[in-house]
């Protein structure tokens, strides 16, 4: 069998190395594999987040030699093994330790979107009636599986850290199935240009590239958003006409 | 003298997936605080691997649904083992709980007139399962998630309990540590609901991540509660087997529910040959029907397929000892063939199974619209679980609470596929709503010092320790051990020896040594997760040992027929004073003559 | 929000661990808007050889003051400054110019490769500095949609072309039918510019992607899912129309000099 050697990022935020491990490769292996087979064997302390291991959850994000991507998604097949494998946790967010970062601040931006406001109960039994056609676009985004690698290549939050002014490409996702849920009445719109900080996007479709639901992030969800928001704040016509329309 | 964060809670939730969500939540809305446990992040608990659907019967496709026969049909996939009560409470508040979700912000797929739509499932009579394509599980523990983040739960992400704190014979408290940096918590609370789900790391191939070593039955045995029905282990039939790497990965039933079929090597469609008396009169004769019943026929009888998953991951394991397996020891699944039937069957089924169509062709290299799949069972669900009462989910310990996988009864011998989300709906609901009234109700629970010193001394020993096993290596060990001695089909000889097995397992376990410190080190995790997993394994092969027949998931080669006595009685397992584990069997209550006769005329 | 620091990380210009040519894409994208750039203004100040008997060069068009047959006012008007030199793609080239630079896709792309904001996913940048598009000047993007109003008039006008492209004019002064080579030169571009054009993000959002619910209106439901079909192929419609549109130009400009004799096929 062949083997392959791993340089993986080892310790905490005070304190960082890259530490060389090699295991044998066996047929369908992904990196997740290699990392269980290494801290099985060599590194019992290596911490590493995981759950489904089939790409549902969204737990094992990481760089793979410099790319964000899941590792129980990613086969060694596809990796160029003559060459160590660099893994290394996610950059956009702070180091715990080894492959794990701590994520805790996405969990803080979602709870700052409005929530989900529906429209009055169609039927007096609570209940609504809604076309599928008009559930195809939100149920695209509703794929999502939290892994943050779209906040992890974003380079607002991993090159200038504009954590406190920007939610990220994840959140944008998260927004545009609430704007545009067939039931919703809420507004974001106001946000989404302040708070949220939407213009900072500047559409370079990292987060498209690295999603692992092939959610097409910034076609779908981010550049429609943009759009909804210039109806409302950038768009001269549309202003003109609200104000006369207000005025009658 | 380690040091502890102490947190107070009127209600504490240990377990964040669909069941604990959903107590959290209703536990909330009843006015109480409340303190909610992860193991992991929030909302990556095991929920989201659920594909096919949530069993309701909303009648959305056939109006011929309702809650009786959803009863009748979870009665009789049990084998008639559930607790009744839960079968009757969880078919009558499914569809309100289903509908509760959308409220929330959920979108399932529609109907052409913008209903919910609902597929086929094994053994389920009428088309029942709510679903999103082949993710309803994500969908709706995202929705609980965020629905739940904005009632102010307080929420303590990768936090795991070690054990249980007692005030007299109440439960007050739960103890554990964070994984960042190892600290230690407690958690004061007049109320606990346990939803931590099963215990499939007991098992070399599972469909389980490493979360589930069965933690929340173990913690409630070991304070003192009743575990129930212990014996039987869901394998699901189709799990991926190769490459190795995804051994036991789940390929939904939600395939086979679109008209997927299984193949022998020789291409034989093998589950027509053997359809148990059970569920002859509805289940198809031939191959047209069955394929009919899949596209929506409402005459048609299902095909043997969609037979309960007890049934048919023994056909899998028989084709494969009879020689007739497929390459790599499974069989074949085929949904391709549909291109057969109708056009564009290839973009059919990859909008119908997006997710199974992502897993093979990027793990397996196969693409499912032209090619079988190879598949296995895998472990896959606990039905047993904590004893708990009917209406509450009230275990044997005052204030202690389960739901979802890791209490029992609903499930009988063997759980239909889709009973679980709206299991852990149902349920989930009522733990919460019950536990806020107890802890309104019995306030003043106090703790016992000892018992939280004696809790820090048993997480930190294995660091006391300079030479000894890896942690990892035992978990293997038991992992092989019980795959090949408390599998599918099993002898009470090699029970025993299994029993022997986990006792010098035990005795490894007590020995293992840790590298690192305290900080996210998984070997330190897995070392404390062993004792749980032990625990449960025992009980899961002593109750094995004690049923002495073959019925619904719990399959015995020297037992092989049903055995009507047996079908009288539960096995309880409980710790005894000298803290051994003890088995009695409890006579099944008489079901409730309406419900009774309501199993009758659907038989 | 939560503050985050992430101390210890440090960027440097070029900087990742990427082991792929992550330069090569945006390397083509400069390499291929600026030979744009620079043909197309080279091509717009000559002022001549940009008509070719019934062909007029897509970045002349609409002419509206000129020398050549095609104009539609009139020629060089009087008004026009004697320093600067007289051009009729000075008058309409701003639009088309003004539509792909606002444009979505053009966007994220000249931003990485003009201005490596960033390089390439996960390579770090030369400045510490990041406005987004939130204030001035890029806030200027927003208005994409107004030279989309103005680009789809030029779909017309240059639809026109291709049907004056379709009657020539003999020796003795005779109009006949005929198809030639710059017909269809003339012909493709517009079924490419169209392409690229329909295939807007504004115009996604205009015809359908403003509201939630486009269950019960047919027509509209219809038009946003053809938008969507095109937005998808977005990048690639961006660059086929691009290169023909130059192309176009090269085509005619040949012709017109004399370097290249257009071929009649009816």
């Known amino acids: 069998m062949a083997i392959a050697t791993f340089q993986i990022l080892?310790?905490?935020?005070?304190?960082?190395?890259?530490?060389?491990?090699?295991?044998?490769?066996?047929?369908?292996?992904?990196?997740?594999?290699?990392?269980?087979?290494?801290?099985?064997?060599?590194?019992?302390?290596?911490?590493?987040?995981?759950?489904?291991?089939?790409?549902?959850?969204?737990?094992?994000?990481?760089?793979?030699?410099?790319?964000?991507?899941?590792?129980?998604?990613?086969?060694?097949?596809?990796?160029?093994?003559?060459?160590?494998?660099?893994?290394q946790p996610m950059k956009a967010f702070p180091l715990i330790k080894d492959l794990v970062t701590d994520v805790s601040w996405n969990f803080a931006v979602k709870k700052k979107i409005k929530k989900f406001k529906p429209r009055k109960p169609d039927n007096p039994d609570g209940t609504w009636r809604m076309a599928q056609e008009d559930i195809d676009r939100v149920q695209e985004f509703r794929?999502?599986?939290?892994?943050?690698?779209?906040?992890?290549?974003?380079?607002?939050?991993?090159?200038?850290?504009?954590?406190?002014?920007?939610?990220?490409?994840?959140?944008?996702?998260?927004?545009?199935?609430?704007?545009?849920?067939?039931?919703?009445?809420?507004?974001?719109?106001?946000?989404?240009?302040?708070?949220?900080?939407?213009?900072?996007?500047?559409?370079?479709?990292?987060?498209?590239?690295?999603?692992?639901?092939?959610?097409?992030?910034?076609?779908?969800?981010?550049?429609?958003?943009?759009?909804?928001?210039?109806?409302?704040?950038?768009?001269?016509?549309?202003?003109?006409?609200?104000?006369?329309?207000?005025?009658? | 003298m380690p040091s502890y964060d102490t947190h107070n809670y009127d209600v504490l939730v240990i377990g964040a997936g669909g069941a604990g969500l959903r107590a959290a939540i209703e536990a909330s809305a009843a006015g109480v605080s409340v303190g909610l446990i992860c193991k992991s992040l929030l909302g990556k608990a095991h929920t989201v691997m659920a594909e096919g659907g949530i069993a309701a019967a909303l009648a959305n496709v056939d109006e011929r649904d309702n809650w009786?026969?959803?009863?009748?049909?979870?009665?009789?996939?049990?084998?008639?083992?559930?607790?009744?009560?839960?079968?009757?409470?969880?078919?009558?508040?499914?569809?309100?709980?289903?509908?509760?979700?959308?409220?929330?912000?959920?979108?399932?797929?529609?109907?052409?007139?913008?209903?919910?739509?609902q597929r086929n499932f094994g053994g389920h009579k009428y088309p029942r399962l709510a679903h999103v394509g082949d993710r309803t599980g994500l969908e709706m523990i995202r929705?609980?998630?965020?629905?739940?983040?904005?009632?102010?739960?307080?929420?303590?992400?990768?936090?795991?309990?070690?054990?249980?704190?007692?005030?007299?014979?109440?439960?007050?408290?739960?103890?554990?540590?964070?994984?960042?940096?190892?600290?230690?918590?407690?958690?004061?609370?007049?109320?606990?609901?346990?939803?931590?789900?099963?215990?499939?790391?007991?098992?070399?191939?599972?469909?389980?991540?490493?979360?589930?070593?069965?933690?929340?039955?173990?913690?409630?045995?070991?304070?003192?509660?009743?575990?129930?029905?212990?014996?039987?282990?869901?394998?699901?039939?189709?799990?991926?087997?190769?490459?190795?790497?995804?051994?036991?990965?789940?390929?939904?039933?939600?395939?086979?529910?679109?008209?997927?079929?299984?193949?022998?090597?020789?291409?034989?469609?093998?589950?027509?040959?053997?359809?148990?008396?059970?569920?002859?009169?509805?289940?198809?004769?031939?191959?047209?029907?069955?394929?009919?019943?899949?596209?929506?026929?409402?005459?048609?009888?299902?095909?043997?397929?969609?037979?309960?998953?007890?049934?048919?991951?023994?056909?899998?394991v028989r084709q494969i000892k009879e020689g007739k397996g497929s390459p790599h020891n499974g069989v074949f699944l085929d949904i391709s063939w549909i291109k057969n039937k109708i056009p564009h069957a290839a973009e059919h089924i990859k909008k119908?199974?997006?997710?199974?169509?992502?897993?093979?062709?990027?793990?397996?290299?196969?693409?499912?619209?032209?090619?079988?799949?190879?598949?296995?069972?895998?472990?896959?669900?606990?039905?047993?679980?904590?004893?708990?009462?009917?209406?509450?989910?009230?275990?044997?310990?005052?204030?202690?609470?389960?739901?979802?996988?890791?209490?029992?009864?609903?499930?009988?011998?063997?759980?239909?596929?889709?009973?679980?989300?709206?299991?852990?709906?149902?349920?989930?609901?009522?733990?919460?709503?019950?536990?806020?009234?107890?802890?309104?109700e019995n306030k003043g629970g106090h703790l016992n010092e000892e018992e939280i010193a004696n809790a820090a001394i048993n997480a930190l020993e294995p660091f006391e320790r300079n030479e000894g096993e890896s942690p990892f290596q035992i978990q293997y060990d038991l992992q092989e051990m019980m795959q090949e001695l408390v599998g599918i089909v099993r002898h009470e000889e090699e029970l025993w020896r299994a029993v022997e097995h986990l006792k010098m397992l035990h005795d490894r376990a007590a020995r293992v040594k840790i590298v690192g410190n305290r900080e996210y080190n998984p070997g330190w995790h897995t070392a404390l997760d062993l004792q749980h997993l032990l625990t449960v394994s025992e009980a899961i092969t002593i109750a094995a040992i004690e049923r002495k027949e073959s019925r619904g998931a719990h399959f015995r080669e020297d037992y092989p027929q049903k055995d009507e006595q047996s079908g009288k009685f539960n096995l309880v397992i409980k710790k005894n004073a000298d803290g051994e584990m003890k088995l009695r069997r409890e006579p099944i209550k008489e079901v409730r003559t309406d419900l009774q006769q309501i199993i009758e005329e659907m038989k | 929000m939560a503050e985050i620091n992430l101390s210890g990380t440090k960027y440097r210009f070029g900087n990742t661990y990427r082991k792929d040519a992550w330069w090569a894409y945006p390397l083509f994208v400069f390499l291929a808007l600026s030979l744009f750039v620079v043909y197309v203004t080279w091509a717009a100040w000559q002022g001549k050889n940009y008509w070719y008997g019934p062909y007029l060069s897509p970045l002349y068009s609409p002419e509206l003051f000129g020398p050549s047959p095609h104009r539609w006012i009139g020629p060089q008007p009087t008004w026009w400054p004697s320093m600067i030199r007289f051009s009729p793609a000075l008058f309409v080239l701003w639009a088309p110019g003004l539509f792909r630079l606002t444009?979505?896709?053009?966007?994220?792309?000249?931003?990485?490769?003009?201005?490596?904001?960033?390089?390439?996913?996960?390579?770090?940048?030369?400045?510490?500095?990041?406005?987004?598009?939130?204030?001035?000047?890029?806030?200027?993007?927003?208005?994409?949609?107004?030279?989309?109003?103005?680009?789809?008039?030029?779909?017309?006008?240059?639809?026109?072309?291709?049907?004056?492209?379709?009657?020539?004019?003999?020796?003795?002064?005779?109009?006949?039918?005929?198809?030639?080579?710059?017909?269809?030169?003339?012909?493709?571009?517009?079924?490419?510019?169209?392409?690229?054009?329909?295939?807007?993000?504004?115009?996604?959002?205009?015809?359908?992607?403003?509201?939630?619910?486009?269950?019960?209106?047919?027509?509209?439901?219809?038009?946003?899912?053809?938008?969507?079909?095109?937005?998808?192929?977005?990048?690639?419609?961006?660059?086929?129309?691009?290169?023909?549109?130059?192309?176009?130009?090269?085509?005619?400009?040949?012709?017109?000099?004399?370097?290249?004799?257009?071929?009649?096929?009816?």
């Open chain 1, 10 to 87: 080892r310790g905490d935020a005070s304190n960082t190395r890259v530490e060389s491990y090699s295991i044998e490769v066996s047929e369908g292996m992904v990196v997740l594999d290699a990392v269980h087979a290494i801290q099985a064997t060599q590194a019992n302390d290596l911490a590493v987040r995981w759950n489904c291991k089939a790409g549902k959850c969204g737990s094992c994000s990481a760089e793979i030699n410099g790319m964000p991507k899941l590792m129980c998604m990613t086969r060694l097949s596809d990796l160029p093994l003559d060459k160590p494998v660099l893994l």
């Open chain 1, 143 to 248: 794929k999502c599986i939290e892994c943050f690698l779209c906040q992890d290549v974003c380079h607002v939050l991993r090159e200038h850290q504009l954590h406190d002014q920007f939610i990220g490409p994840r959140y944008l996702v998260y927004t545009a199935a609430l704007e545009m849920h067939p039931l919703d009445v809420e507004d974001r719109l106001e946000d989404l240009k302040k708070e949220d900080g939407i213009g900072y996007c500047n559409i370079t479709k990292c987060c498209t590239k690295v999603c692992p639901e092939d959610i097409t992030i910034t076609d779908n969800a981010i550049i429609p958003l943009k759009e909804r928001v210039v109806d409302r704040f950038y768009d001269p016509l549309k202003k003109l006409f609200r104000i006369f329309r207000f005025k009658k």
């Open chain 2, 68 to 117: 009786k026969v959803h009863f009748a049909d979870t009665m009789r996939g049990g084998q008639y083992l559930n607790n009744w009560r839960m079968a009757e409470l969880h078919a009558k508040e499914a569809p309100d709980r289903v509908k509760e979700l959308e409220a929330w912000g959920a979108l399932f797929d529609r109907t052409k007139d913008g209903l919910i739509l």
């Open chain 2, 143 to 316: 929705t609980l998630q965020d629905h739940g983040i904005h009632l102010g739960i307080e929420v303590h992400m990768e936090c795991t309990i070690t054990s249980l704190l007692m005030g007299g014979d109440r439960v007050t408290g739960a103890f554990g540590y964070e994984r960042e940096k190892g600290r230690f918590k407690i958690f004061k609370s007049n109320a606990i609901v346990l939803a931590t789900g099963g215990v499939g790391r007991a098992y070399k191939i599972t469909s389980n991540s490493w979360e589930y070593t069965g933690d929340g039955m173990s913690l409630a045995y070991h304070a003192g509660a009743e575990l129930i029905d212990m014996e039987f282990l869901q394998f699901h039939p189709t799990g991926m087997i190769w490459p190795p790497s995804v051994q036991g990965i789940l390929v939904t039933e939600g395939v086979r529910g679109e008209g997927g079929i299984l193949l022998n090597k020789n291409g034989e469609r093998f589950m027509f040959s053997d359809i148990p008396e059970l569920y002859r009169n509805q289940t198809a004769d031939n191959e047209e029907e069955g394929w009919r019943y899949t596209q929506g026929d409402r005459n048609a009888r299902r095909p043997p397929e969609l037979l309960t998953r007890d049934h048919v991951a023994r056909c899998i």
């Open chain 2, 352 to 440: 119908k199974l997006p997710s199974m169509y992502h897993q093979f062709k990027k793990l397996a290299d196969i693409d499912i619209t032209v090619e079988p799949m190879e598949v296995g069972p895998t472990t896959h669900y606990m039905m047993g679980g904590i004893r708990v009462d009917a209406d509450t989910q009230m275990s044997t310990i005052p204030g202690l609470f389960a739901a979802g996988e890791c209490a029992a009864g609903l499930h009988g011998s063997n759980r239909l596929g889709g009973n679980s989300l709206s299991d852990l709906l149902v349920f989930g609901k009522r733990a919460g709503e019950y536990a806020a009234k107890f802890s309104k």
């Open chain 3, 103 to 266: 444009c979505y896709y053009y966007r994220g792309a000249y931003y990485k490769a003009f201005w490596a904001d960033p390089p390439s996913c996960t390579v770090s940048e030369p400045r510490k500095k990041y406005w987004g598009e939130n204030s001035f000047p890029l806030i200027i993007q927003n208005i994409h949609r107004y030279f989309l109003y103005v680009a789809l008039f030029f779909i017309l006008f240059l639809s026109y072309d291709v049907w004056k492209a379709l009657w020539f004019t003999d020796t003795s002064g005779n109009k006949s039918f005929g198809i030639g080579i710059g017909t269809l030169v003339l012909a493709v571009n517009v079924v490419l510019l169209s392409g690229y054009t329909f295939g807007c993000h504004s115009l996604r959002h205009l015809v359908g992607g403003f509201i939630d619910r486009l269950s019960g209106s047919p027509v509209r439901r219809r038009a946003y899912i053809c938008v969507s079909c095109l937005n998808r192929r977005h990048m690639l419609w961006a660059w086929m129309s691009l290169f023909w549109v130059m192309f176009s130009d090269v085509y005619i400009r040949l012709c017109a000099i004399g370097v290249w004799s257009d071929w009649r096929i009816l």
